[in-house]
């Protein structure tokens, strides 16, 4: 855990709102006439139709604000209403959040599309405990869209409002430590507002991705900087503390591109299994510390394959519960391989750069085109 550091804590226990000098009202008043004059316009904040600010708040997780406006026009020009979406095919949606990343999302959009639908007669429930029941939405999400799109007073906890309440309280646990994040709830949902509540989760958003941001808070534009008790003792570069990184295991494969022409043979997983509807390279699972080259042939056979194949080099990628670390073959065909079509395709470079591979393998491909193969 990092350690603050020139600073003793004047308090033992947990802050709580009536030790800072200032109330939740007058919070929500400074930060709402921030936001009236320094507020983002973007693409779904016209709107309170709950289908728009669900797709938008599911593709902001992890992703910016600058990648997500293209992929939420797409999708929307696409699949403009739940109905649609719930009626469209996986394999069509991963397809359109293709390059997007972190494919459970989108497996889940949909899933949960399904559910508004057959559950809740295509329209979006309003309440943030039945919100959480519909795949891939947490309480912050729920919240979320309660607020924006049903002006009901839900607070929420994204990784910005976090930031914002971890350096407003000053904070000194890692914010996702279970204890921390029960206090962080409660600061949260005592500092939401009764009225305006659309606004001002807005606003606190728009807070901790322009102003209070992770490296260098611009705490002299903070309109909440007289409050802040990070800002107070210097330590707003110090919080929030850092979390202790798990340990996870680690999975071996190779990965082996065949190369007919400048065309690749791809295939999609399964949808219902781990990176489900994703597209991937053919691959075989090594133990740790077994030679790649004798696991080799076993590969190339699937395919009526033999002889050698070039090794282009080796990735490792980090999924939420492994580590993968792939070792990368190119084999170059003169004539077609006598592959069954089954679920295998063959794309060019261009549109591979398009599809849906799942993160390990689009780093797979980055090595492929770093290689200049
Ligand atoms: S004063 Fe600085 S650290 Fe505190 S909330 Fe504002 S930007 Fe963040």
């Not at 009626?87 to 972190?102: H, K, M, P, T």
């Not at 659309?198 to 807070?207: E, G, N, P, S, W």
């Not at 991705?209 to 705490?219: E, G, I, N, Q, S």
Request: hydrophobic fraction near 40%.
């Amino acid at each position: 855990m990092a350690r603050v550091k020139k600073w003793k804590r004047p308090w033992r226990q947990w802050l709580k709102l009536a030790d800072l000098p200032f109330t939740p009202v007058d919070y929500a008043e400074r930060l709402l006439a921030w936001y009236g004059q320094a507020g983002r316009d973007l693409p779904w904040r016209n709107t309170r139709d709950p289908y728009r600010i669900w797709l938008s708040e599911v593709m902001l997780q992890q992703t910016t604000v600058t990648a997500v406006i293209g992929y939420y026009q797409r999708f929307l020009q696409q699949l403009p209403t739940v109905g649609l979406l719930a009626a469209a095919s996986l394999e069509d949606v991963i397809d359109l959040w293709a390059g997007l990343g972190y494919y459970s999302r989108a497996r889940n959009l949909h899933a949960a599309a399904k559910m508004v639908v057959e559950q809740f007669k295509g329209r979006f429930p309003e309440e943030v405990e039945s919100l959480q029941k519909l795949p891939g939405i947490g309480r912050s999400t729920a919240g979320a869209i309660s607020a924006l799109a049903f002006d009901l007073r839900a607070p929420i906890l994204d990784g910005n409002v976090r930031r914002v309440l971890c350096r407003l309280f000053a904070l000194q646990e890692p914010p996702r430590s279970a204890s921390a994040e029960k206090q962080l709830w409660q600061w949260s949902e005592k500092l939401t507002p009764t009225e305006r509540v659309h606004d001002y989760t807005q606003a606190i958003m728009d807070l901790g991705a322009m102003v209070c941001v992770p490296r260098k808070p611009l705490c002299s534009e903070c309109p909440l900087a007289e409050f802040c008790q990070a800002h107070k003792f210097g330590l707003e570069l110090e919080l929030p503390l850092k979390q202790v990184a798990k340990q996870i295991p680690t999975r071996y494969e190779v990965a082996l591109l065949i190369d007919h022409q400048d065309q690749y043979l791809v295939r999609r997983r399964v949808a219902d299994g781990f990176l489900g509807g994703l597209w991937e390279f053919p691959t075989i699972s090594l133990t740790e510390g077994e030679d790649p080259e004798k696991k080799l042939p076993l590969l190339l056979s699937d395919f009526g394959l033999k002889g050698d194949a070039e090794k282009i080099g080796s990735i490792q990628h980090i999924y939420s519960h492994f580590r993968l670390k792939s070792i990368v073959y190119c084999k170059k065909m003169e004539h077609f391989p006598n592959v069954s079509a089954g679920d295998n395709c063959w794309f060019s470079l261009d549109k591979l750069k398009n599809i849906a591979l799942h993160g390990a393998h689009k780093k797979v491909l980055d090595k492929l085109l770093n290689n200049g193969v």
